[in-house]
């Protein structure tokens, strides 16, 4: 039997008292249902047996956290927009700014981070910044050691396939990417945000969150771009009230914090 509305809510006042992570601000259904499929495979019959298991084992809590995230993602995941950022929003931001100070927040494995780390490393080489924050800590790990696997390499683009070698454990990004590259835990529901970042990414993460986390998060993005610093969103995502937010539009799916309430970098040239 499904559990109840006051079981979830006992369940998730659990969980956010161990974790920090507060599971009402994601859409229900979709993460009801995959806590549900989680208790089926573990032969949990109610929520209070579920948490209690989890519990009694060593790193259970973490590894729930860690299969409560879908983390797909891949390398130069729609390779258009990494054409976009190449040709026209790198080369604008770092007209204003010579080293870039990148976000990608949501970063799962680390394949936008390392996306745009081969690009910089090829076309803009300087001392720039890539952080990259999740909550998945099995992905963060495989972030650090820059770990893909074939499927990851499907989009990337022949010029930057050299910063991609192969290894015995699959496909290893090379020591010249990993000098732009940090990458830590962020819970991006609770976390106080760093500011003056140039780029901020933040793409298929927001579609597991209820409609007004996602309005509290892109007005915390824009506190922590600098003036003319860009937001990047998936593909499928749009900032519905990017203007009343603060944000004008550069591109599509790309929303730029202005430098002057009237100047973007459309016309600052
Ligand atoms: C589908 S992946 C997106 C990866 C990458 N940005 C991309 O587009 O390929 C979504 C990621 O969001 C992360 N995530 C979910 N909730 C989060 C939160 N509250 N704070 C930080 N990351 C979160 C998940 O752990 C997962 O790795």
Not at 75 to 93: D, G, V, W
Not at 115 to 132: D, Q, T, V, W
Not at 156 to 181: D, M, N
Request: charged share 25%; hydrophobic share 40%.
């Amino acid at each position: 039997m499904l559990p109840k509305p006051q079981e979830w809510d006992q369940f998730y006042a659990k969980f956010k008292a161990k974790s920090g992570l507060d599971l009402h601000l994601y859409k229900a259904t979709q993460l009801q249902r995959r806590i549900v499929s989680m208790m089926e495979q573990r032969g949990a019959k109610s929520l209070e047996e579920f948490w209690a298991g989890l519990l009694a084992e060593k790193d259970g809590v973490v590894w729930f956290q860690d299969r409560l995230a879908i983390n797909v993602s891949e390398l130069f995941r729609n390779p258009e927009k990494y054409a976009e950022m190449e040709s026209t929003i790198l080369p604008n931001l770092l007209k204003q700014n010579k080293n870039l100070k990148i976000w990608s927040a949501g970063c799962s494995y680390g394949a936008e981070a390392h996306s745009i780390a081969a690009i910089l490393c090829e076309k803009f080489p300087g001392n720039h910044r890539i952080i990259g924050t999740d909550i998945d800590q099995a992905a963060l790990t495989q972030a650090r050691a820059g770990e893909f696997s074939d499927a990851d390499m499907k989009a990337v683009p022949k010029q930057y396939q050299k910063y991609f070698g192969r290894a015995a454990k699959g496909i290893v990004a090379t020591p010249q990417l990993k000098k732009y590259l940090q990458f830590k835990t962020g819970n991006l529901l609770a976390d106080r945000f760093e500011s003056s970042f140039d780029l901020i990414c933040c793409r298929n993460v927001v579609i597991y969150f209820t409609e007004s986390a996602k309005s509290e998060l892109y007005a915390k993005f824009l506190a922590a771009l600098r003036p003319g610093g860009v937001l990047f969103v998936g593909s499928t995502e749009r900032i519905f009230e990017s203007e009343k937010l603060g944000y004008t539009q550069a591109l599509p799916f790309f929303y730029q914090k202005p430098i002057e309430e009237t100047k973007t970098w459309r016309n600052a040239s």
